[in-house]
């Protein structure tokens, strides 16, 4: 499976789960295992905010892209990220954000 990724600013969570042909996304499964080679499934017949275009399968091989959530402290992995190719079954891992930074207030203590 190749999965490409497009990036959006928001704060929503992804979390997907891969087995076979089947991409489980926040709890919602989406079984592409009938599909054969050749075949196109438009985004329109997807009922899923999370697909941002068509799923594919060439030479056996599902192709997808889905939208990316990008927190306020993203990354350049998430900003620009790279495909997610050979995906192996069970949680996908994506770009993580930056670490977020606590500004500690001053402790001098002024005379």
């Not at 990724?5 to 009938?34: M, Q, Y």
């Not at 999370?50 to 030479?59: I, M, P, R």
């Not at 993203?74 to 790279?82: G, K, R």
Request: aromatic share 6%; glycine share 6%; proline share 10%.
């Amino acid at each position: 499976m190749l999965i490409k990724l497009s990036p959006v600013r928001c704060d929503n969570v992804l979390s997907v789960t891969k087995a076979g042909d089947v991409l489980t996304i926040n709890g919602e499964a989406f079984d592409f295992s009938l599909m054969s080679n050749g075949d196109t499934l438009p985004r329109e017949a997807i009922a899923s905010e999370w697909f941002a275009g068509d799923v594919s399968k060439v030479e056996g091989e599902l192709t997808l892209t889905l939208m990316l959530p990008l927190p306020a402290h993203y990354s350049p992995e998430q900003a620009y990220p790279v495909d997610l190719a050979d995906v192996p079954d069970g949680l996908v891992q994506f770009p993580q954000p930056l670490p977020e930074v606590s500004v500690e207030p001053n402790s001098e203590e002024q005379e």
